[in-house]
């Protein structure tokens, strides 16, 4: 929360009486979903879950949605969908086959904290995800990168920096 608030506008609160929250649970993986549904929205984080996670799934918190995802994605990557493991395919869906619409801004942004790993969910040790070449990658977890804050500020442009 505090690289959220170092990096925008946005104040977080500890919950009195308000209607809709985020609830941080120690739960199983990092996980939360998409947007505000409204009461109290679980934040799973596992002890193997770094500040980084954390950071990525306050992001979905806010409407951000997995760079991976975007509806141009197939001019930077490819998603190897025979690898991926049974009950996780939703999380390589496109923003289109969700049907979410705008939100997406700029460049695809490989070092988006919102970026899936080239091993992201792998069913078989092969990659779910790699470059066009067929080149891997890692995922960066330490902060929010300009594309991010260019997500963010598309959202919400009174709360950007």
């Not at 925008?8 to 649970?25: D, G, M, P, S």
Request: hydrophobic share 35%.
């Amino acid at each position: 929360m505090a690289h959220w608030e170092a990096k925008t506008k946005l104040t977080f609160t500890v919950r009195t009486n308000q209607a809709n929250y985020i609830r941080f649970v120690v739960g199983f993986g990092c996980s939360l979903s998409l947007g505000m549904i409204g009461g109290a929205q679980k934040l799973n984080l596992s002890s193997s879950c770094s500040a980084g996670n954390a950071i990525h799934e306050i992001g979905h918190a806010l409407r951000l949605i997995h760079e991976q995802s975007r509806t141009d994605r197939d001019d930077y990557v490819i998603i190897n969908k025979d690898n991926i493991e049974a009950g996780y395919e939703h999380n390589f869906d496109t923003w289109a086959d969700r049907g979410y619409t705008g939100g997406q801004t700029g460049a695809f942004d490989f070092g988006s904290i919102m970026m899936y790993p080239s091993s992201a969910f792998s069913s078989n040790g092969e990659p779910t995800i790699t470059e066009l070449d067929g080149a891997t990658f890692g995922s960066q977890r330490t902060a929010l990168s300009a594309g991010d804050l260019a997500g963010f500020k598309y959202l919400y442009p009174g709360y950007a920096l």
